[in-house]
């Protein structure tokens, strides 16, 4: 199974790229720089790294490093600094999911492509009740005022819910949404909800950016969890803080 990674040298994405290599999966990384993955596993034989911002590929590269995959996992985000919460691009993620999605059409696969977009617990899922509080609305508003990444991650998960939808032949997807991400150097106990067990607002719980990276891996290789969770949106908690 051939995976693309786009945001592979991030805080997560880096995991993400050792848990398919460590599965056997040969990857291709999409970074603005190689020096950013971990020497570990820069020079493993079955990685393959595409130098290159995500949004600067044209559209027959998109195609290019599209053609083959079996699955294309993004771990986009925006780095907390002031000009990469307010500068541009301010739809990095929705803008990536769009062209990738548009780059596995092109190629017309003969199977469905996988799509996993790691997301956040902050956003709720439409398809389902999801109720939240009065209060937790209010802070949601203000988030979309304030900070453009989170209308950028609600955008993303939007558009594979809505325009992607159910019953796409092609592209199957699933947005996974961590809670409040930490970091642990080995993957431990972990639980998957479909929907959000505390406040994501004034009581979020925990897990470790190498347990999603670990749920995320498995989804892309392990077909009965791919069919349990595929067209959702899992909330993943680390076992120890989730009660």
């Given at each position: ?97 769009r062209r ?34 009065f209060a ?56 998957v909800y ?50």
């Amino acid at each position: 199974m051939i995976v693309l990674i786009v945001g592979a040298s991030g805080a997560t994405g880096r995991h993400l790229v050792a848990h398919l290599l460590e599965q056997g999966h040969p990857v291709r990384a999409v970074v603005r720089s190689a020096e950013k993955l971990p020497e570990s596993i820069r020079n493993e034989p079955r990685l393959s790294i595409i130098e290159a911002s995500i949004l600067n590929l044209t559209d027959v590269e998109m195609v290019e490093h599209v053609a083959g995959c079996d699955a294309i996992a993004s771990c986009l985000g925006h780095n907390l600094t002031f000009k990469a919460i307010y500068g541009k691009p301010r739809r990095l993620v929705t803008d990536a999911a769009r062209r990738l999605c548009a780059a596995i059409k092109a190629n017309n696969p003969k199977k469905p492509i996988k799509y996993v977009l790691m997301n956040t617990t902050g956003n709720r899922n439409r398809d389902l009740n999801e109720p939240i509080s009065f209060a937790e609305r209010g802070v949601i508003a203000l988030l979309r005022l304030l900070l453009p990444p989170h209308v950028d991650n609600e955008k993303a998960a939007d558009f594979l819910r809505t325009e992607i939808g159910q019953n796409d032949p092609i592209i199957e997807w699933t947005a996974v949404r961590p809670d409040d991400l930490i970091n642990e150097s080995e993957v431990s106990e972990y639980e998957v909800y479909p929907s959000p067990t505390r406040s994501a607002i004034f009581n979020a719980g925990k897990v470790s950016r190498i347990n999603v990276a670990h749920f995320m891996a498995n989804l892309i290789s392990e077909d009965h969890l791919w069919q349990k969770w595929k067209g959702q949106m899992p909330v993943i908690y680390s076992k120890d803080t989730s009660s």
